[in-house]
Each structure stands twice: as structure tokens, then as C-alpha cells.
């Protein structure tokens, strides 16, 4: 390789490997699995020693290319793959305190801050990524407005953009049960009551920058999740940031995320509810619309 691509691509990885070192501190510091904060510094080690940039790993071999990487597994490609290609990671945003769902997006034609909010608190979308799959399974056809013509306009923008990220028909995913999500959601609810979590000083909506949003990482079979309380404008302008607690994992089409409230009003009121999945949360609990 000459020397200037060595230099190009020595640079780039570099920049990659020292969000991964990010992570880890920032899993580290909030108390998270040795085990996972252990694999970040392992995969950003194994990117420092590349010859090659991560760039041409992936034009030549896609995902397979990097998974092939020592110290690389299929979790940690698919999060690569996303900071190289789109040149930011929705992991690190959460644990830095400054992820804006809303702002990402309203980055997608058609969609402007009204229709994205309701997107992130309707639907629970908190992502480019998850927003194409809810323009594939039929999600979308619940937003009034949004008739078939402009969701297919949405999944034009999407494929094209998303591209080199996933492929154009959806993923099988590894969604989990709404009894899982709640059983996160108990879990940060009554560890943040008793003051036994790690607090963070979100970079939005927080002028003063106290320290107080409360983070738990806690694990359910083969899935890490992250959970927070709401930080969105929403949710401050109800006063529902002790109420609204959005919770992330990693499932087969890359991060995913779910956001648990408790029902105000209709046949579950007074149930802690996740957002977007309402006949499923009436299964659960056993509950019949009226």
C-alpha cells in the first residue's frame, strides 16, 4: 500500500478506534460488564493494528470483512460498520447524555419536528435504522398523514441512504418481549429510586450541567441493554423525564430501542406500557379493550 494510503487509512482507523476507547471508559465509569467494556478495548486495539483502512475492508468483504477482524464479533462489525458509514454511533450518543432521535429524523425529507416527534413517542423510533424498518412492516401506516405515497418516498431516502448499512428488504429481527423490556424497565425504575445507579449530565435540556440522569446496564440472555429516562423535549415540556424511561439493546438489524410509559388513559391505564407494542402489552397483562 503507499505510504500516503497507509497514512489515510492509519488516520481514519484511528478516529474509529478512539470512539470505541470512548465507549469502554464511558461502560466503565457507568458500571457496565467488565466483559463488554473489556471487548471495546479489545476492538479498538485490533483496528489500531490494521494496515488496511476500515473502509476498504468494507467495500471488499462488507460486514463479513470486519467480523472476520480478531477481537471482532458480529455486535461489535455491526457498530463499526455504522460509525464508518454514516460517522456516528447512537451507543455513544446515549452514553454521553446527548442523543436528539428527533433531530436525526427530521434529516429525512418530509419529516419535520412535529411528525418526529410522534415518531419517537408514538412509535418508539429512535433511529434512521428503525425508522426504514417501521416503513417496511406497516408501522408507519398508524401515523395519521402519512399516506402510502410518502412512506414509499421514506423508504427511497432510507435505502439509499442506509445503502451500505443494511440491505433494502428488512432484516428478521430478535425482538424481544414486551415482559423482557419490562423487566428492564422495573429493574432502572427501582435501582433508580434507591439511588444506585451511575448519573450522567446530559448535554441537552441541561443548562446547568447537573449530573442527574440516572443510566443502568444490565444484560438478558445474549442482549445488553442500556436504559434511561426520557430526555426529549416532550417529555420535559409534560414533566414525564421520572416517568418516560426509553431502554436500548443490540438486535440483528443493529441498535433498537423502546420507550416505557405508564398508560394514562384507555384499557391500560395506570400499566407500565412500551410504546408501539399496546396489543402486546394487552396480552401481558391480560387486558381486554373495552
Not at 442506509?162 to 427501582?190: H, N
Not at 429516562?229 to 443490540?250: P, Q
Amino acid at each position: 500500500m503507499p505510504r500516503d494510503d497507509v497514512s489515510d487509512a492509519t488516520g481514519a482507523n484511528a478516529k474509529v478506534a478512539s470512539r470505541l476507547d470512548e465507549i469502554a471508559l464511558l461502560l466503565e465509569e457507568q458500571r457496565a460488564n467488565p466483559f463488554r467494556v473489556a471487548a471495546y478495548r479489545r476492538a479498538a486495539a485490533t483496528i489500531r493494528g490494521l494496515n488496511r483502512s476500515l473502509n476498504a475492508i468494507l467495500a471488499e468483504s462488507g460486514l463479513e470483512g470486519l467480523e472476520a477482524l480478531p477481537t471482532i464479533g458480529e455486535r461489535l462489525a455491526r457498530s463499526i460498520r455504522t460509525l464508518v458509514t454514516t460517522g456516528r454511533l447512537p451507543l455513544l450518543e446515549h452514553l454521553r447524555g446527548d442523543a436528539d432521535p428527533e433531530a436525526a429524523l427530521t434529516t429525512v425529507p418530509g419529516i419535520g419536528p412535529k411528525l418526529a416527534d410522534r415518531l419517537v413517542h408514538e412509535l418508539g423510533i429512535g433511529s434512521l435504522e428503525e425508522l426504514e424498518a417501521a416503513a417496511h412492516d406497516g408501522r408507519l401506516d398508524a401515523i395519521h398523514g402519512l399516506g402510502p405515497k410518502r412512506i414509499a418516498g421514506i423508504r427511497d431516502v432510507l435505502q439509499a441512504r442506509l445503502g451500505r448499512v443494511r440491505p433494502a428488504s428488512p432484516l428478521p429481527t430478535d425482538e424481544p418481549t414486551v415482559a423482557e423490556i419490562l423487566d428492564v424497565d422495573r429493574e432502572y425504575r427501582e435501582a433508580a429510586a434507591r439511588g444506585q445507579l451511575e448519573t450522567i449530565a446530559p448535554r441537552r435540556f441541561n443548562p446547568t450541567g447537573e449530573a442527574w440522569l440516572p443510566v443502568l446496564h444490565t444484560r438478558r440472555g445474549e442482549r445488553e441493554y442500556t436504559a434511561l429516562f426520557s430526555n426529549t423535549a416532550r417529555a420535559h415540556r409534560l414533566g414525564r423525564t421520572g416517568d418516560w424511561v426509553v431502554i436500548y439493546h443490540d438486535g440483528r438489524g443493529g441498535e433498537q430501542q423502546a420507550t416505557v410509559v405508564t398508560a394514562a388513559v384507555g384499557a391500560l391505564q395506570g400499566h407500565r406500557v412500551v410504546r408501539g407494542r399496546e396489543q402486546a402489552c394487552e396480552a401481558h397483562y391480560g387486558v381486554r379493550v373495552r
